[in-house]
């Protein structure tokens, strides 16, 4: 078998040698060719050591091997010209750049860029600067972003802060020019701190964009945003700062009304009111400047734009008289479940059930197989419940159709269901003061939130 391989090998080499030329010209045939090459072995000086005829066979194949390899490379490597080369490089460069046109292989550091310069774009043309004033005094500056533009009445809206505008009564929409028109102010959420103000757009000669707001669960984690204002006043106008979303859903009030948007985009005291952009040019939040300090970097929040845009629907149509969506309850509570016994009862140091009543170190009893739930210690007069027929010492288990498990709950659950003005069933037992313990019956009344 060895003697076969040996001959063909040697006959391969031979025809690969002759046969591989013309095609490496890539269609041309080249002028050098391959000469013929003969090999011969000294048997004297090969250095052969072998046993029998099969090993003195492997040794003559390996030689001859790679002998053969070696020369048919050198032959090869000497034809292969810098014409050719330039020829297969430029063959390359060709198809490469018509995977890159058909998109076959994104570039993806030029698409990067070309997604920052259009929001960039856009945020030069709809990011402002916001002045309030009362009377000529200057009060406070910051950052607005527009959001809406009535062609009809050729009026243009814009999202602030609400403490940006809160102390003034008058209000100035600033361009990097330092040109300025006057603005109306709409409505505010206090609670969210969110403002809208409109200006018209038949004062000013500048080019004005709308910035498109985003679905309500555009922010997530990671994601690349482009946070836009002016820190620290009008010296930095339209500053543009990069980072990513860092979380969703912050609490940093200890009130889940408002859940931030945290991001490590730089931020300072002039940026409130301005936004944060995604890559596709969609305004995700608005930035608020809680924890911008010296001794905390990296951490900055934005109102998401999921509740920005029922404040601004609310204020548009004129539908916010308690200045907030917030649905306020207006009341203190305790939480049973953090200090019923064993014996299902809460003790109080003190209970002013009314004016002419307080009660000290007592226990109350609770509804049988009752756990769980909110105690009343203090009511706001006018408040929502103070009318409602509930009274201090009630105990309420239930909202609608969710049950209390307990305070941060019974809040969650209001604020992702409920605003201001709407309406809701409480689900409470009557608390009496005569005998310190609770009604049988579960009782019902419908509130409206202020």
């Known amino acids: 078998m060895k003697k076969t391989l040996l001959i063909l090998s040697i006959s391969i080499f031979g025809i690969l040698a002759f046969s591989l030329a013309p095609k490496l010209a890539f269609g041309t045939s080249p002028s050098t060719t391959i000469p013929v090459t ?74 990067f860029q070309d997604q920052i310069d259009a929001v960039v ?27 809406r533009y009535d062609e009809i009445a050729d009026v243009y809206y814009l999202i602030t802060n609400h403490h940006v505008v809160d102390g003034g009564d008058n209000y100035r929409i600033v361009f990097e020019d330092e040109s300025w028109v006057e603005a109306t102010l709409l409505g505010v959420d206090v609670e969210a701190d969110i403002a809208v103000l409109s200006f018209s757009g038949a004062n000013t000669d500048q080019t004005i964009v709308v910035s498109p707001l985003a679905s309500d669960d555009a ?90 845009k029922r404040i601004i629907e609310r204020i548009e149509a004129d539908d916010l008289a308690q200045q907030t969506i917030k649905p306020r309850l207006q009341a203190s509570w305790l939480d049973v479940f953090t200090v019923v016994d064993a014996d299902n009862e809460v003790f109080l140091a003190s209970l002013d059930v009314d004016p002419l009543t307080n009660l000290t170190n007592v226990k109350i009893k609770l509804p049988t197989s009752v756990t769980k739930g909110l105690l009343i210690r203090t009511l706001e007069v ?59 019956t579960l009782l019902s009344t419908t509130i409206t939130f202020q």
């Open 219 to 308: 922010a997530k984690p990671g994601q690349i945003i482009l946070a836009v204002g002016n820190p620290r006043g009008y010296n930095f106008y339209g500053s543009i700062t990069m980072g990513v979303v860092s979380g969703i859903g912050r609490d940093v009030d200890n009130d889940p009304f408002v859940l931030y948007v945290q991001h490590d985009a730089s931020i300072n005291s002039g940026n409130s009111g301005g936004p944060i952009y995604n890559l596709d040019g969609e305004v995700v939040g608005i930035n608020v400047s809680k924890y911008v300090s010296s001794d905390i970097e990296g951490m900055g929040f934005s109102i998401p734009i999921s509740l920005v």
């Open 121 to 147: 774009a856009v945020a030069d043309a709809s990011v402002f600067g916001v002045s309030t004033y009362l009377g000529t005094v200057g009060q406070s500056l910051g950052s607005g972003v527009v959001y």
């Open 382 to 440: 006018s408040g929502t419940l103070y009318d409602a027929g509930i009274t201090v010492g009630d105990l309420i288990v239930k909202v609608g159709d969710h049950d209390i498990a307990n305070w941060y709950d019974l809040y969650v659950y209001l604020y992702a269901n409920y605003e201001s003005g709407d309406t809701a069933t409480i689900w409470y037992y009557d608390f009496q003061a005569g005998s310190l313990n609770y009604g049988s």
């Open 38 to 111: 003969t090999t011969t072995i000294d048997s004297t000086t090969s250095g052969l050591n072998y046993t029998d005829l099969d090993d003195l066979i492997d040794q003559i194949y390996a030689e001859l091997r790679a002998q053969i390899y070696a020369e048919i490379y050198a032959e090869l490597s000497q034809m292969i010209g810098d014409d050719l080369y330039k020829d297969i490089y430029a063959a390359v460069i060709a198809r490469f750049d018509e995977l890159v046109d058909a998109g076959t292989i994104p570039l993806v550091i030029n698409e």
